[in-house]
């Protein structure tokens, strides 16, 4: 009789805790800001009090005279900034860097850097009448059939205009970087999004090969996309510490975050849409802009998804920058996404509204076979599935849809709905498994990990194809010397990086099947490989499961100390044959008091298609985390500038508002079983960015419902209202 097969434990797809959790929670994660080293030297940036202009003359002794003070440095030869350092071209450009003993004496010893200019007129105001709008370079303009045409043909019109302000990031580590010279090679403690581009930054400004430079980022205190890029601090950390032949420190302060990384850049669009009675959609004009810097250009990618997302046979879109005397902007969670998408699903909500239809039905009415931009077919799509769903779970059949009819006492009580995509990015990885002779495994790759889960969804994906308990799985990340990865963004990771660790892990596993079943001195010597199966670490033959062998049997019979499998994942050009993206409803219940104007989230609920779910706990995490950094975009967050300067005038916890305890209600959200094997082997779409998307639009939608009022201008505070 055959005794009936071991079962073998699949973790993913379980909502396992996070393998880094107690780290965390016991404080001994070290982040960048927490080594130490001996002979550490502290740098303080002096940065600039004017908004465009040059350095004429630094003046120091006031400084130096001070206890503990070692260097201040003005002179940047030796290292290349994306900007000439004697040249202003932004309010906090770093002009000096002090550097002394300890920080205390760093930081007081910077304001008495006296930094003489010579100023000229700056521009900082996107609406100014000389800010000129420019074609981007990456970013085309598009169009299809004859939008102009058909809006004027169309029976029903919704044509607004929609401003977001500036949004800066404000992650809860704060930028920081030691840096370590040994002869010419550079170790440097960072906090960073992208190890190997970080490697290759450094080593090209500093003038030395990339292998001379080991970029070391283990935890990183949440970044958004703040850390996707090398900031000029992170580059004067080097240069300080190679000027001083000493390790350095150098960490922003709070405030110099706002001028020392980029931010969400403030944005104007036009949407209209044009429909016929029934609500077939059948024109669509988008045009958008977005402020950048003189010195550099960020484009936003606002104009993406309105593309496709509905089927309309006549569609005009373009996008422009404004260079402005600012620091350069960069990615923000859902980067263009959310902006481009804030405008389309408030167009079309406003659409609904004229027609007299359901905002759920107009989307499901209007539902592509393919994506018209492309011609391709969809890899999956299940967008549909997301509105009923989410519309079933969130009780939108109680909405009235006569807005402002719907009270409770004096608050107004409104329901809105966005939909949500983001593109699935995937890019070439490697990584390494290794199984050592007791059994254990260790996994490398030299990704990041700001917050989603990185270590944990890489160590189910990693024991799953090797056949081991969870625990006896290490995943290291966060080393340039570990085997290279794309970019920590665009919610590129679990595809690249799961798929490579995937494939490192499967070539490990059929490595050991293979010699196991080629060792005369094994219990499965003779087997095929086909017919050889892994649970729990032990190899057993598939008709008769008492014949087997452990992993740790096989290389200690051997004498080896380990096998390893180092792979790289390369995408194929699915990209190019299929429009691949991922999905969302979301739906949001808001309240605003009638009298007082003030709008306060009563509950927000999201039904995602982004494919196969690796951990349902991590991924639930990711989406209270969208839908907070969400309210916050739609309710609270607004840079300030002084335009006589440039100056950020709320560059503080105190006066740049973002989301509280008492700003985050009940907050759920729900994700259909699928997954997506034209985009990677593991099936996965990427999830981190989709879930910001809809937030916005869906809140805003929510007003309208319960005031009459339609804000189209972010974010939505009390004197919009009145």
């Not at 919704?158 to 930028?175: C, G, K, V, Y």
């Amino acid at each position: 009789m055959t005794r009936p097969l071991p079962a073998a434990r699949i973790v993913s797809g379980e909502p396992v805790t996070r393998v880094d959790g107690e780290l965390k929670v016991t404080g001994k994660a070290a982040y960048a800001a927490d080594n130490q080293l001996p002979g550490l030297v502290y740098a303080a940036l002096v940065c600039s009090t004017v908004g465009r202009g040059r350095v004429e003359r630094v003046s120091s002794d006031a400084a130096l005279r001070r206890p503990g003070v070692l260097r201040v440095l003005s002179d940047f030869a030796g290292v290349k900034l994306p900007f000439d350092p004697r040249a202003v071209a932004f309010f906090g450009q770093p002009v000096a860097v002090v550097v002394a003993a300890t920080l205390e004496a760093a930081l007081h010893a910077a304001t008495l850097v006296d930094v003489h200019y010579s100023t000229r007129p700056s521009l900082t105001d996107v609406d100014a009448p000389q800010a000129v709008p420019q074609p981007g370079r990456n970013t085309r303009d598009y169009a299809r059939g004859d939008a102009d045409g058909a809006m004027r043909d169309a029976a029903v019109v919704t044509d607004l205009q929609f401003s977001i302000a500036r949004n800066n990031h404000n992650a809860m580590e704060l930028p920081a970087t030691v840096a370590k010279w040994d002869g010419d090679r550079l170790t440097v403690w960072d906090k960073v999004q992208s190890i190997s581009s970080a490697q290759r930054a450094y080593a090209e400004a500093m003038g030395v090969p990339a292998d001379h430079v080991r970029v070391i980022s283990p935890f990183v205190g949440g970044a958004f996309g703040s850390a996707g890029q090398t900031w000029p601090h992170q580059l004067l950390a080097a240069f300080v510490a190679r000027r001083t032949q000493r390790p350095a420190k150098l960490v922003l302060s709070r405030a110099q975050m706002y001028s020392g990384i980029g931010y969400r850049p403030t944005s104007r669009q036009r949407m209209a849409i044009g429909a016929d009675r029934s609500g077939q959609l059948g024109a669509m004009i988008h045009e958008g802009r977005t402020e950048t810097a003189r010195y550099g250009t960020y484009e936003d990618g606002l104009v993406g998804n309105p593309r496709f997302l509905y089927r309309v046979p006549n569609v005009r879109s373009t996008y422009r920058v404004v260079p402005l005397d600012v620091n350069l902007p960069t990615y923000m969670r859902g980067p263009g996404a959310v902006t481009g998408m804030f405008a389309l699903e408030c167009g079309m909500d406003d659409l609904a509204h004229r027609l007299g239809r359901d905002p759920v039905e107009l989307r499901l009415r209007n539902e592509p076979t393919l994506d018209q931009t492309s011609g391709t077919p969809f890899s999956t799509r299940r967008f549909a599935d997301c509105l009923r769903h989410g519309a079933a779970s969130f009780g939108w059949n109680r909405r009235n849809p006569v807005p402002g009819a719907a009270r409770d006492g004096d608050q107004l009580v409104g329901l809105g709905v966005a939909g949500a995509a983001y593109h699935t990015s995937r890019g070439e990885c490697s990584a390494l498994a290794r199984i050592l002779a007791d059994g254990s495994v260790e996994v490398q790759s030299a990704t990041s990990d700001m917050g989603p889960g990185t270590y944990t969804s890489m160590t189910q994906v990693a024991a799953d194809a090797l056949g081991v308990p969870l625990g006896r799985v290490r995943f290291a990340l966060g080393d340039s010397r570990y085997p290279p990865a794309p970019p920590h963004s665009g919610s590129r990771t679990m595809a690249s990086v799961g798929s490579a660790v995937s494939t490192a892990a499967n070539m490990l596993r059929d490595r050991l099947i293979r010699t196991s079943v080629t060792d005369p001195g094994s219990p499965l010597s003779g087997l095929r490989p086909q017919d050889v199966a892994v649970a729990e670490g032990r190899m057993y033959a598939t008709n008769a499961p008492e014949r087997g062998e452990s992993y740790r049997d096989l290389l200690r019979r051997r004498g080896w100390r380990d096998l390893d499998s180092r792979q790289t994942w390369t995408p194929d050009d699915a990209d190019k044959r299929y429009s691949m993206y991922a999905y969302g409803a979301v739906f949001a219940e808001v309240a605003v008091d009638a009298l007082l104007a003030t709008v306060r989230i009563r509950r927000i609920y999201a039904c995602y298609d982004a494919g196969r779910v690796i951990n349902p706990r991590l991924a639930h995490s990711q989406a209270i985390g969208g839908m907070v950094g969400g309210i916050g975009m739609a309710l609270l967050e607004g840079t300030q500038l002084d335009h006589r300067d440039g100056r950020i005038v709320n560059a503080n916890m105190s006066d740049y508002l973002v989301p509280v305890n008492a700003d985050v209600p009940a907050l759920d959200a729900a994700f259909l079983a699928a997954e997506d094997t034209i985009a990677d082997p593991i099936g996965v779409k990427g999830l981190g960015e989709l879930v910001i998307v809809g937030v916005p639009a869906a809140i805003a939608n929510a007003v309208f419902n319960a005031t009459g009022k339609r804000v189209t201008d972010l974010p939505i505070t009390v004197e919009k209202l009145l």
